[in-house]
C-alpha cells in the first residue's frame, strides 16, 4: 500500500472529504529513533493529522501540528512541506518515567496546548492555538477547526507502530437551497463504524467503498506522500550562530570541532573551528565547505 492522500466528495451535498494512508513515510520516522510503542502510535497519528489538514486549508507551504504538553511527553510534532513531505518528531521529559504501552493521549502529554502553524509560501504565518482539553488527538484537532476554520470537521485517527491512516470529514458552507440536508449527520454517523483495522489494512477506495456504498462518492486523483526534512547545512549554521562567539568558542576549546545533528532525519553536520570562525566573521555567507 503507498503513501498517499486522496480527497473525495459526497454529490449533491455540502460534504467532503480526505482519506490518507501512510506506511513508508511513519517507517522513515520511527527508524530514526527509539520510542515507546505508545508514543510510536501518537506519532502515525500526528502524521497522518498533518497530512489531512495540510490538504484540507489546500495550503501551499508548511504546516506544523505541535502538542506542547507537561506530561511525560513533553512535545509531539509533525510537519509538511510543499514538496508532499513529512517529518515529525517527539521528546519525553527529562526524567520522565518511559510511558507505558496502553497510556492514552491525554495521560501521556497531560495538559497544555496544541500549537498549528500555518506559513503559506510568500503569505503570511498563520498560528492557531487550542488547549489539550479533549482525550484525544482528534478530539482536540476537531476544537480547533471548529475554532479557528468554523466548519465542522471530524476525523478518525489510527496507526500502530506499521502503518498510520485517517479519515477527515468536512461541512462546507451550504453553497445551494438544493441540498441534502441529512448528508452531514449521515457521513458521520457512517464514518463512525469504521474500524482502526480497517483503516490501517484496507484500501482507501475500499474503505470508502464499505462506508458509503449507498452514496455518490466523487473521488479525486490521489497525492503521493513520503518523508522528507527542511534540514541544511545553512539552517545548522544559523542555528548554531544563535548560541552566540562565546559559547562557540567555549565548545570549540573544550571539543576542538563541533558535531551536530538534525532531531527530524540525524543528518550529521561537523564544522572545524575554521569553519566556526569564518561563520563568526561572516555569518551572512553561505558555508564554505561541505563535509
Ligand atoms: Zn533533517
Known amino acids: 500500500m503507498s503513501d498517499q492522500i486522496q480527497r473525495f466528495l459526497f454529490d449533491q451535498t455540502n460534504v467532503r472529504g480526505e482519506i490518507v494512508t501512510l506506511s513508508n513515510a511513519y517507517h522513515e520516522v520511527l527508524d530514526r529513533h527509539a520510542y515507546p510503542p505508545a508514543v510510536n502510535q501518537l506519532l502515525g497519528e500526528l502524521l497522518a493529522a498533518v497530512a489531512l489538514l495540510t490538504d484540507t486549508v489546500k495550503l501551499d507551504g508548511t504546516l506544523s501540528i505541535e502538542v506542547r504538553g507537561q506530561g511525560e511527553l513533553s512535545l509531539l510534532m509533525a510537519e509538511s512541506n510543499p514538496g508532499g513531505e513529512l517529518r515529525a518528531i517527539a521528546r519525553i521529559a527529562d526524567g520522565g518515567a518511559l510511558p507505558s504501552e496502553h497510556a492514552s493521549f491525554r495521560d501521556l502529554v497531560g495538559d497544555g496546548q496544541i500549537v498549528i502553524t500555518l506559513d503559506p509560501r510568500g503569505g503570511n504565518r498563520y498560528q492557531g492555538v487550542v488547549a489539550l482539553d479533549h482525550d484525544t488527538l482528534s478530539g482536540c484537532l476537531e476544537a480547533y477547526f471548529s475554532q479557528s476554520e468554523q466548519l465542522p470537521t ?138
Not at 464514518?191 to 477506495?205: F, H, P, Y
Not at 545533528?261 to 566573521?281: R, V
Open 154 to 291: 471530524r476525523l478518525w485517527l489510527a496507526a500502530d507502530g506499521e502503518r498510520a491512516g485517517g479519515l477527515l470529514l468536512q461541512r462546507l458552507p451550504d453553497a445551494s437551497q438544493n441540498q441534502d440536508v441529512d448528508a452531514w449527520e449521515r457521513s458521520v454517523h457512517l464514518a463512525d463504524t469504521i474500524k482502526s483495522e480497517e483503516l490501517l489494512g484496507l484500501e482507501q477506495r475500499e474503505v470508502l467503498y464499505r462506508l458509503y456504498h449507498e452514496e455518490t462518492v466523487r473521488v479525486f486523483e490521489p497525492k503521493a506522500l513520503r518523508f522528507g526534512c527542511t534540514c541544511s547545512r545553512e539552517r545548522m549554521s544559523s542555528g548554531l550562530l544563535t548560541l552566540g562567539g562565546v559559547e562557540l568558542r567555549d565548545i570549540l576549546r573544550e571539543q576542538g570541532e563541533i558535531n551536530t545533528q538534525c532531531h527530524f532525519c540525524h543528518t550529521k553536520y561537523h564544522y572545524t573551528a575554521a569553519d566556526i570562525e569564518s561563520l563568526l566573521d561572516n555569518p551572512d555567507a553561505p558555508s564554505p565547505t561541505i563535509h
